[in-house]
Nanobody, 127 residues
Framework: QVQLVESGGGSVQSGGSLRLSCAVF???????????MAWFRQAPGKEREGVVD???????DYKDSVKGRFTISRDNAKNMLYLQMNSLKPEDTAMYFC??????????????????WGQGAQVTVSS
């Protein structure tokens, strides 16, 4: 059974940085076979939204509001996905989820496009 486990969340002041990690367990083959991996977030009272995705070739697609501040990366040898978040703002406060699916990354990030999900990591940014 495939499991995704996030770590690295926490509380920071506006302008600070955090790095989220997502470990993939139980996948039969290398995660290089998982074509699409992504980060989503969900703020209280709001729907879960896509933040960024990365495919097996390393191509990325960022939500406009995080471009230039967030960086996604994957280490297939270590079965890991990362999200480096810099210049954090209070509006980045949310539960962050990693997601994965063997299919190609969708044109528009949608929760329905991903088969595997982590349990979430809380990120809180204070002003």
């Amino acid at each position: 059974q495939v499991q995704l486990v996030e770590s690295g969340g926490g509380s920071v002041q506006s302008g600070g940085s955090l790095r989220l990690s997502c470990a993939v367990f139980g996948y039969t083959y290398s995660i290089s076979d998982i074509d699409c991996m992504a980060w989503f977030r969900q703020a209280p009272g709001k729907e879960r939204e896509g933040v960024v995705d990365i495919d097996s070739a390393g191509s990325t697609d960022y939500k406009d509001s995080v471009k230039g501040r967030f960086t996604i990366s994957r280490d297939n040898a270590k079965n890991m996905l990362y999200l480096q978040m810099n210049s954090l703002k209070p509006e980045d406060t949310a539960m962050y989820f990693c997601a994965a699916d063997p299919s190609r990354c969708p044109v528009v990030l949608s929760t329905t496009s991903f088969r595997y999900w982590g349990q979430g990591a809380q990120v809180t940014v204070s002003s």
